[in-house]
Structures are given as C-alpha cells and as structure tokens.
C-alpha cells in the first residue's frame, strides 16, 4: 500500500518560515519524481517545486528565492524548506510522487498523492 504522509503545516506569521516533509512508503522512493502542490480556498491547485530522480529542481515563480525543495532516498523523504512566507502561501499543501517508467525500464506511470497539511500564514 502506497502511502505519501505529510508533516510540518500549521500556523506562521508573515515572514516566518516552515519546514514540510513528506514520507513515502510502498514505492521505490528513488525511482519517482517528487514534487509539492497546493491548493487555495477556491483556487485551483498548482505546482510549488518539484524535483527530479537525479536532484534537478523547479519552482513556481511565486516562490523562487524563498522556498527550497530536497529529497533524502536514504530516508524516502521529501522536504519544502519555506521561508520569507506570506499571507498569500496559505493553502493546503500537498506532496505527489510521479514516475514514468519502472527500475526495469518498462513504461508503467504511476501517480500518488498525499493527505494534505495546512499552512496557514497570518499574524
């Protein structure tokens, strides 16, 4: 059973910063591209950073310069460092594991996501 569980939300003044994490289990955590999302009170949900198998990152242009993503295949973990944060990065954070093909090399995409934490950014 595949499970993407989320840490770290909660609630920051503007200007602060928080740390998410997101731990994989049932997947061959290497294998996957991992990114983080999030979505708004009536906002569709959108790409925050991602990064790749080989460690090649990309940001969301609302948040390059203040948010930093890392992954650690040793502990099947991916993180989103958040700093500077502002009343407009309040959203329900999630994490996502994507990959296209298996460690054999055959076509096999598979998608997860994960519960969701809360970010809530307010003074």
């Known amino acids: 059973q595949v499970q993407l569980v989320e840490s770290g939300g909660g609630l920051v003044q503007p200007g602060g910063s928080l740390r998410l994490s997101c731990a994989a289990s049932?997947?061959?955590?290497?294998?996957?591209?991992m990114g983080w999302y999030r979505q708004a009170p009536g906002k569709q949900r959108e790409l925050v950073a991602a990064?790749?198998?080989?460690?090649?990152?990309n940001y969301a242009d609302s948040v390059k310069g203040r948010f930093t993503i890392s992954r650690d295949n040793a502990k099947n973990t991916v993180y989103l460092q958040m700093n500077s944060l502002k009343p407009e990065d309040t959203a329900v954070y999630y994490c996502?594991?994507?990959?296209?093909?298996?460690?054999?090399?055959?076509?096999?995409?598979?998608?997860?996501w994960g519960q969701g934490t809360q970010v809530t950014v307010s003074s």
């Open positions: 049932g997947i061959v955590f290497r294998f996957y591209n």
């Open positions: 996502n594991a994507d990959r296209l093909i298996t460690a054999y090399g055959t076509r096999d995409p598979r998608n997860y």
């Open positions: 990064i790749t198998t080989g460690g090649t990152t």
